[in-house]
């Protein structure tokens, strides 16, 4: 699904997104094998709120999608409750909501937290794209930013994300 909001194709993605959360989050059961349908959830919620940011949807629009994006860090914190494995998920997504209400230490915290954390396990998409975050908001004269972009960059690329390899060289 997050491909699909990548490349444009977006008709009733967000819908579909919508009512997966919302069942996730009545479920009473965490299972280990729904990792990927979280973390796929929340990436589309977070690329939404991004996008609608950057675009300056209706203050009714951004609240659904503020809405969902609470939603979905809710299900991944019930979920790396019991599975540390979602933990640099969490810890981006955190970050990414903090970036988005204009508290950037704490974003960078998080996403530090969960480079940390993905380097460890390994999961190399979480640390490349926690790496991301953080190049792509740090000023364009902080010396870290290149740093991190870089290191994202190579995550992606050895790990076969050549669309994240090509938005870490934007």
Same mark, same amino acid.
Request: charge should be negative; hydrophobic fraction near 40%; aromatic fraction near 10%.
């Given at each position: 699904?997050?491909?699909?909001?990548l490349?444009?194709?977006?008709?009733?993605v967000?819908?579909?997104?919508?009512?997966a959360?919302?069942?996730f989050?009545?479920?009473?059961v965490v299972?280990?094998?729904?990792?990927l349908?979280h973390?796929h959830?929340?990436?589309v919620i977070?690329?939404?709120?991004?996008?609608?940011?950057? %675009?300056h949807?209706?203050?009714?629009?951004?609240?659904?999608?503020?809405? %969902?994006?609470?939603? *979905?860090i809710? %299900?991944l914190?019930?979920? *790396?409750?019991v599975?540390s494995?979602?933990g640099?998920?969490?810890?981006r997504?955190?970050g990414?909501w903090?970036? =988005?209400?204009n508290?950037?230490?704490q974003?960078?915290?998080f996403?530090?937290?969960a480079?940390?954390?993905? =380097?460890?396990?390994p999961?190399?998409y979480?640390?490349?794209? *926690?790496?991301l975050?953080?190049?792509?908001n740090?000023?364009v004269?902080?010396?870290?930013r290149?740093?991190?972009?870089q290191k994202?960059?190579?995550?992606f690329e050895v790990s076969?994300?050549?669309n994240?390899a090509?938005?870490a060289d934007e």
């Open positions: 699904m997050a491909g699909m909001w490349s444009g194709q977006r008709e009733g967000f819908d579909s997104v919508k009512a959360l919302d069942k989050a009545k479920a009473s299972d280990f094998s729904t990792y349908i973390s959830l929340a990436e977070f690329l939404a709120l991004e996008e609608g940011q950057k %675009n949807l209706s203050k009714v629009e951004l609240t659904e999608i503020e809405k %969902n994006a609470r939603l *979905a809710k %299900n914190k019930k979920y *790396a409750g599975f494995i979602g640099p998920a969490l810890d997504y955190k990414q903090e970036w =988005h209400h508290r950037p230490e974003a960078h915290q996403w530090r937290a480079t940390e954390k993905a =380097h460890t396990f999961i190399t979480e640390e490349g794209r *926690a790496e975050l953080l190049g792509k740090l000023s004269d902080d010396p870290e290149a740093i991190h972009l994202a960059r190579e995550i076969g994300y050549e994240w090509a938005i």
